[in-house]
Structure formats: structure tokens, C-alpha cells
């Protein structure tokens, strides 16, 4: 079975899966910071398709922080599961001091990973949702749940690798799934990579920023051609 080089190269197979997608204007590709950014600026990039981050915060039940009873995510969202917060106990004073203290966080990163710049509107978009792998799934079941509240018109998951159990839990939640490699024996993510390093802030920074620059090129590049073919238009 396939093993991966690196997240750039998982990036360039989970593309190939993608090609559908390419050249579509109503496309936006979203990385699941901070792997999956490297692994969607890949596919981005031969899509020829918007990259942007999403942010995600988990809200924890105190005590069982793993237990999450709510999210916030990119765009001011935030999502609560209230069957979760009636079965355990969740009061509305901690809903708040758990959604105040992770929207400190998650601005930090946004501010950290944007530098200023707004979020894509999602709204009516294909939104191809990724990351560098899974293993529960519950990052990206995060993700997808909050995404609802952007109303995008279709969300694909697409990850390079995951368990085939947590690959076909989350395809129920989206409306296309797209997992590369779903090994029966698997341990980890990392063992599907020869290079797991951890990705670094600025690797982030310095992806989303490519791929900003990329599409303003290719946005310049347009106007300048239909500039040109209007001059040559016969009278």
C-alpha cells in the first residue's frame, strides 16, 4: 500500500482524486490547520481554486474536555450539541466561559494565519474541506458541522488517509467523501507518511500567502487577456 513522502506530496495524489473540481469558479479549498494547510494548498493549487484556513475550537465539557458539547469555528460560528450539554450537566455560565476563553484562542490563530485578511465567503460555494488524515474523525466532524452555518451550497471531505470505519462515518455528515488510502490495520496517521514532521505556524503562513498571491496573478492575468482581446476586436 501507498505510502506518502511528505503532506505536499499526499497533497498532489488527493488532487489527482479531485480533478472534477478543477477550473470551477464556485470552488474554495479549506485546510484544517496546521497539517492540513500544507495538504490544501496542494490541492488548491491544481485545482486552480482559493485556499483559505479553518479554525476550529472545540468546546469541552469540564472535567471530560474531550467530550465536546459545542464548537466555534472560522467566521464567528459556533455550533452547540445540546443533547450533550443536557446529559451532562452543562449549565449556560459554562457555555459562555468555554466559548469566551476559545474565541480568544481561535482569533489569536486567525490573526496569526490571515494577517487581517477576511474570511472567504462560503456561502453557495463548493467547499472542499481537508486535512492531513484521521483517525476518529472528531476535528473534522467539528468542522463540518459548523460549516453548516456558512450555507454552502456542497461540502466535500478529502484526506489523504484514514481508518475506513471513521472514512465512512463522516461521509454520511458531507456530501462527498474522499479518503486516498483506508487501511484495515491502522495506528496512526503518521505511519502513512515517510515525513510527518509537525508543520509550523509559518509554514502556514507562508502557504496562505502563496496561494493568495497565486490567485491575484491569475486574476491580473484574466483582465489582462480580455483587455487585450478587446483591443484586438475589429470594429
Not at 502556514?204 to 493568495?212: E, K, P, Q, S
Request: include cysteine; glycine fraction near 10%; charged fraction near 25%.
Amino acid at each position: 500500500m501507498r505510502v506518502f513522502a511528505d503532506r505536499h506530496d499526499a497533497g498532489r495524489v488527493l488532487a489527482e482524486r479531485l480533478a472534477a473540481y478543477a477550473g470551477r469558479e464556485d470552488v474554495i479549498v479549506l485546510g484544517l490547520p496546521r497539517g492540513g494547510v500544507v495538504v490544501a494548498y496542494e490541492v488548491a493549487l491544481a485545482l486552480h481554486a482559493p485556499l483559505d484556513v479553518y479554525v476550529v475550537r472545540k468546546l469541552g465539557v469540564p472535567g471530560q474536555e474531550e467530550l465536546a458539547f459545542g464548537a466555534i469555528a472560522s467566521g464567528g460560528v459556533r455550533v452547540l450539541n445540546h443533547d450533550v450539554i443536557r446529559d451532562a450537566g452543562v449549565t449556560d455560565q459554562v457555555i459562555e466561559a468555554a466559548t469566551a476563553r476559545e474565541k480568544v484562542e481561535l482569533e489569536r490563530r486567525e490573526r496569526l494565519f490571515r494577517g487581517g485578511r477576511p474570511p472567504l465567503d462560503l456561502q453557495g460555494k463548493t467547499v472542499i474541506l481537508v486535512d492531513d488524515g484521521l483517525v476518529t474523525g472528531a476535528s473534522m466532524r467539528t468542522a463540518i458541522l459548523s460549516l453548516g452555518a456558512h450555507h454552502p451550497a456542497w461540502v466535500t471531505m478529502a484526506v489523504p488517509t484514514a481508518p475506513p470505519s471513521t472514512c465512512q462515518d463522516l461521509a454520511r455528515e458531507v456530501d462527498e467523501a474522499v479518503c486516498v488510502i483506508t487501511p484495515a490495520q491502522f495506528w496512526g496517521v503518521g505511519q502513512w507518511y515517510m515525513d510527518f514532521s509537525q508543520t509550523s505556524d509559518a509554514e502556514v503562513i507562508a502557504l496562505l500567502r502563496a496561494a493568495d498571491a497565486r490567485m491575484a496573478r491569475s486574476a491580473g492575468d484574466g483582465a489582462a487577456e480580455g483587455t487585450t482581446a478587446q483591443a484586438e476586436r475589429p470594429s
